[in-house]
Nanobody, 117 residues
Framework: QVQLVESGGGLVQPGGSLRLSCAASGFTFSRYTMGWFRQAPGKQRELLARITSGGTTIYADSVKGRFTISRDIAKNTVLVYLQMNSLKPEDTAVYYC?????????WGQGTQVTVSS
């Protein structure tokens, strides 16, 4: 079965950096899209960045130039990273990894990112 395991959240000061990781397994690596979303209290979940199985990336305007999505493929696992630089207090949220297959989508459990001095 498909599994998504996230890591890398935490507390960081404004202007700092964090790297989130998502390990995805249990699916065929031929055609998929993986992405990072976030949800702040009282707000809707928003798309931050996506990467396709072909390596195409897209970014939300709110994070373009500050966040970078990347991917490594291991034997049975796709690892997707979100490098977050120049973090701001408004980046505070729960960050979710997402996997989209032709049949359905999957979500990770979420990891808290708090940007505060």
């Amino acid at each position: 079965q498909v599994q998504l395991v996230e890591s890398g959240g935490g507390l960081v000061q404004p202007g700092g950096s964090l790297r989130l990781s998502c390990a995805a397994s249990g699916f065929t690596f031929s055609r998929y899209t993986m992405g990072w979303f976030r949800q702040a209290p009282g707000k809707q979940r928003e798309l931050l960045a996506r990467i396709t199985s072909g390596g195409t990336t897209i970014y939300a305007d709110s994070v373009k130039g500050r966040f970078t999505i990347s991917r490594d493929i291991a034997k049975n696992t796709v690892l997707v990273y979100l490098q977050m630089n120049s973090l701001k207090p408004e980046d505070t949220a729960v960050y979710y990894c997402n996997l989209e297959l032709i049949t359905r989508g999957y979500w990770g459990q979420g990891t808290q990112v708090t940007v505060s001095s």
